[in-house]
């Protein structure tokens, strides 16, 4: 079977090749699935994509054309592909809804520490010299409250791991964990009371009509002025104009993102010296209260090896002719009813 990948990355490249445990034939493009290169995947059984791939009806229609069945999408997020159509084209769609909650987690607690700690600014100031702290100063996690926004796999994790920092946590999901209330106290409240009594806020979500811009400008002024925001979901599901907005007046205090609004073409590229055309991260880099990182938050040994087993995990049960577990179907995709895995749209992974 010949297996094309688009999007493909240099890092990815030794774990998808280890993962290819039946010999298929792979051949990696470097370029996101397009109208420009469909046509690379003739003579394909099944193509492998990224989130930022276009997964839009003319693509897919492309590629039924050229008799593609299947496509796996090596990640969580599936918002970019059509799902209507890829069913109604007969192509099989599947994701990968697990890999690692804790690398996300962990990754989106290594951004509110560095915030708080000033990390960064302090080891400019050591390399130049510069030992002492009076800028420097930070605060105890321990008897903060902190908002988890999707309290699925990744926000559970979360969960866990302030719940050890000493927090009160408050979560808000459409299908509540009672497992953690029980065992690590979380209370589940509205987005509204959440994001009023919040010292830290961190969303987990997928990204879907319903949370789209979640956090806009209204919700953002109930907040508590000088509020930690913590983005390891999807650029889209907060509205940037507002948190630029917010971050100039003082209202959000921190904002620590993995992600950001129209970053196809940037994250994951090198970009040295040339000219960004994405005014929002232009302006948060300008910004001292705020630490970008470029969609790396899934960058483990641990979460890399999980998404090229499932991956070829979910290709090899459609070559057997068998429904893989994490195939995506169309009913109620973007309404309160969960998708091939049981998760909300208010839940990340």
Known sequence: MKILFYSTKPFELPYLNAANTTNETLEFITEPLSTNNVDKA???????????????????????HNGVKHIAIRAVGFE?????????????????????????????????????????????????????TDNL???DFKGKTVGV????????????????????????????????????????????ELCR????????????????????????????????????SRGGCIQTSAVIKALESGQIGYFGTDVVEDEKGIFFFDCTGKELKNEYLKKLSTLPNVLVTPHQAFATFEAL????????????????????PYTLTVPNIFTDTPTNHKESNLTHA
């Open 42 to 64: 003739k003579g394909c059984d099944a193509i492998c994509i990224f989130v930022s791939d276009d997964g839009s009806a003319p693509v897919l229609e492309a590629l039924a």
């Open 305 to 324: 090896t999980n998404i090229a087993t499932t991956t070829f995990k979910t290709i090899e049960c459609w070559k057997k002719g068998s429904q893989s």
């Open 197 to 232: 009594k919040s010292d830290i806020i961190s969303l987990h979500i997928c990204l879907s009509p319903t949370t789209k811009y979640l956090i806009n400008e209204e919700i953002i002024n109930t907040m508590k002025k000088g509020v930690m925001l913590i983005n390891t």
């Open 137 to 139: 100063i930070g605060f």
């Open 149 to 192: 926004i999707g309290t699925g796999k990744i926000g559970s994790t979360l969960v866990k791991i302030m719940h050890g920092f000493g927090c009160k946590i408050l979560g808000t999901d459409l299908y509540p964990n009672k497992v953690l209330t029980e065992l690590y106290g979380l209370e589940y409240v509205s987005l509204e």
């Open 80 to 132: 970019n592909v059509d799902l209507k159509r890829a069913n109604e084209l007969g192509i099989e769609v599947t994701n990968v809804p697990s890999y690692s909650p804790f690398a996300i987690a962990e990754h989106a607690i290594a951004l509110m520490l560095s915030l708080n700690r000033k990390i960064v600014v302090a080891d400019k100031q050591v390399h130049q010299q510069n030992f002492t």
